[in-house]
């Protein structure tokens, strides 16, 4: 892990293999060949960054790199990666899952951006109608008119009306 603080607005990446979630009989006769390696984020990813690592354009894109039978799956800020083992990490997976990781973490910081700023676009449309608005009825004055032709230019009460309208 790093000392140093990240936010959501970083780039996901891996800081490293947990070396104490490695099974215990590592470097031993007993040792499975293949197994769960788990990795720490630099922060906990997003639900845009989760449901990419774990979906089918994942796993595709590590079959096309050669690694068929790896899987991914995310454990609040750890990366379990399945069914492999640090020897293939070590010779080209750990750049293949690097590089996927890049590529996600890009495309959600892109659209988070882009949410950012079509709400701000939002927000300032909002306030500048609310100002227009303001301004207009600042405009409107309920003042008396006191000439002489509009005092005596509108029926005050309806025999007046009435009397006019015949």
Avoid: C, K, W
């Avoid at 890049?102 to 927000?123: G, P, V």
Wanted: proline share 4%; net charge negative.
């Amino acid at each position: 892990m790093t000392g140093s603080s990240t936010t959501a607005d970083q780039h996901l990446a891996l800081t490293g293999v947990v070396a104490s979630g490695l099974p215990t009989s590592l470097g031993t006769d007993a040792a499975e060949r293949f197994y769960d390696v788990p990795a720490v984020f630099n922060r906990r990813p997003n639900p845009q960054e989760l449901t990419a690592l774990e979906g089918s354009a994942s796993h595709h894109s590590l079959e096309r790199a050669g690694y068929r039978d790896v899987t991914l799956a995310v454990h609040d800020r750890r990366l379990i990666i399945g069914n492999t083992n640090l020897g293939q990490l070590e010779r080209g997976l750990a750049t293949a899952i690097a590089n996927l990781i890049h590529e996600i973490s890009t495309n959600a910081l892109t659209a988070m951006r882009q949410s950012r700023a079509d709400a701000q676009t939002a927000q300032d449309a909002q306030i500048a109608r609310a100002q227009d608005i303001t301004r207009a009825a600042e405009r409107i004055h309920f003042t008396p008119d006191t000439s002489d032709d509009a005092v005596g230019g509108a029926p005050d009460s309806l025999a007046e009306r009435r009397s006019e309208a015949l």
